[in-house]
T-cell receptor
Framework: AQSVTQLDSHVSVSEGTPVLLRCNYSSSYSPSLFWYVQHPNKGLQLLLKYTSAATLVKGINGFEAEFKKSETSFHLTKPSAHMSDAAEYFC???????????FGKGTKLSVIP | SAVISQKPSRDICQRGTSLTIQCQVD?????MFWYRQQPGQSLTLIATANQGSEATYESGFVIDKFPISRPNLTFSTLTVSNMSPEDSSIYLC?????????????FGDGTRLSIL
């Protein structure tokens, strides 16, 4: 079984400042981890994925995430926020070889001009 | 990645009626799934759409309420039957190809459904 905890339901940053969205997971297997973004009135878009290769994963739009097994964390970061980053972000875990996705509750990112 | 089209993108329906949502993919995919996202919530898996056989439903979801079809490897439908206001949600289809490396799922834009 696996679970995901997104530690902040809402994060607000100023444009041009760093973004940190926190995610902790638990899994009985070697997990695969994903971050998805959902803009208003849109579906989910894959930002990045970790599947047991490099622990620092680079994604689209300047986002990256670091897999830390000792801390069971997979936090999402971006050096400089842009207005277009305002959206809902979901951390997702799945077990090895499984299609069953477990979603976090989501973090809403607001970017202040 | 695959391009996924969902129709309709949104609808407003009367209680007691049914609505069929379509999901079309531009390439053949192994797995297709249907999710529900209730207002302000995360996603919950409804079922896996199996090509040529009955869908596999998750706990809390039944075929009579959410019949699913998947006639081929590029198309699936989800019907929300006998709708009530509690069915007001976003319904999303996703697809996945099974590979060696836990391929991610890709999502359509969703169908935003409101029941009056």
């Amino acid at each position: 079984a696996q679970s995901v905890t997104q530690l902040d339901s809402h994060v607000s940053v100023s444009e041009g400042t760093p973004v940190l969205l926190r995610c902790n997971y638990s899994s009985s297997y070697s997990p695969s981890l994903f971050w998805y973004v959902q803009h208003p009135n849109k579906g989910l878009q894959l930002l990045l994925k970790y599947t047991s290769a490099a622990t620092l994963v680079k994604g689209i739009n300047g986002f990256e995430a670091e897999f830390k097994k000792s801390e069971t964390s997979f936090h999402l970061t971006k050096p400089s926020a842009h207005m277009s980053d305002a959206a809902e972000y979901f951390c997702v875990v799945t077990g090895a070889g499984s299609y069953q996705l477990t979603f976090g509750k989501g973090t809403k990112l607001s970017v202040i001009p | 990645s695959a391009v996924i089209s969902q129709k309709p993108s949104r609808d407003i329906c009367q209680r007691g009626t049914s609505l069929t949502i379509q999901c079309q993919v531009d390439s053949q995919v192994t797995m297709m799934f249907w999710y529900r996202q209730q207002p302000g919530q995360s996603l919950t898996l409804i079922a896996t759409a199996n090509q040529g056989s009955e869908a596999t439903y998750e706990s809390g979801f039944v075929i009579d309420k959410f019949p699913i079809s998947r006639p081929n490897l590029t198309f699936s439908t989800l019907t929300v039957s006998n709708m009530s206001p509690e069915d007001s949600s976003i319904y999303l289809c996703s697809v996945q190809d099974i590979g060696a490396d836990n391929q991610p799922q890709h999502f359509g834009d969703g169908t935003r459904l409101s029941i009056l």
